[in-house]
């Protein structure tokens, strides 16, 4: 199955549905992933990762490292996404539900159907709103077969040759850049620009 946090930022308003509550669940991405294997009596084998992003990319090895199971050298999007909706899945008809979903606060749901991967995704957005902005999700639980039809391969190892790429260019002072033009041949830059300002609005 797919595994990974949705969340993000959350508005002062929205903070206070949290005030008072207590984290009970430790792990709540390895109790979504039992809460999915429960509901639908099985075991899962190996996990795959929703997305490339700075987290959700690592999730997947954690789990499978606590739980002795396997990590698939991939994901469904091949970059970071802002919803779980955008994903290759979603274009070869792999169904995102079943699907659970945990808070740290000791929620725990099921959806067991649902109209489509976006009123999925609205489902799932909407609970990370009143559980501080995270909730473990873990959906799509499919076979060898049916993952291998979409599943964008090897995106995680070519994400941690890119890393140790910028690593060691900032640890002798090169352009980053650079190194990681040097691993695709067919790579261009477009442009360069400094950013001189970053304004983040959660009101």
Known sequence: CIIGMVGGGITTEEKKYTEGLIKIIKDPM???????ENFL?????????????????????????SM???????????????????????????????LSI??????????????????????AREFSRISKGAISVARCPMKVKDAKKVLIPNTLSQAIVLGEKVRLAN????????SIIQCYPNALQVFNGTVKEFIRNEE
Do not use: W
Request: proline share 6%; net charge negative; with cysteine.
């Open 102 to 123: 945990v808070s740290e606060y000791g929620d725990e749901v099921i959806v067991k159907d649902t109209l489509n991967d976006q009123r999925a995704e609205n489902i």
């Open 41 to 65: 009596d099985v075991e899962f084998k190996a996990f795959i990762a929703t997305e490339l992003g700075p987290y959700n990319s690592i999730v997947p090895m954690a789990v499978a490292s």
């Open 30 to 36: 390895v109790r979504a992933v039992k809460c999915l």
């Open 171 to 178: 640890e002798t002072n090169k352009n980053p850049l650079h």
């Open 68 to 98: 002795n199971k396997m990590t698939v050298d991939g994901d469904f999007c091949g970059r970071s996404k802002p919803k779980i909706s955008i994903s290759t899945t979603t274009i070869g008809k792999i169904p995102i539900t079943p």
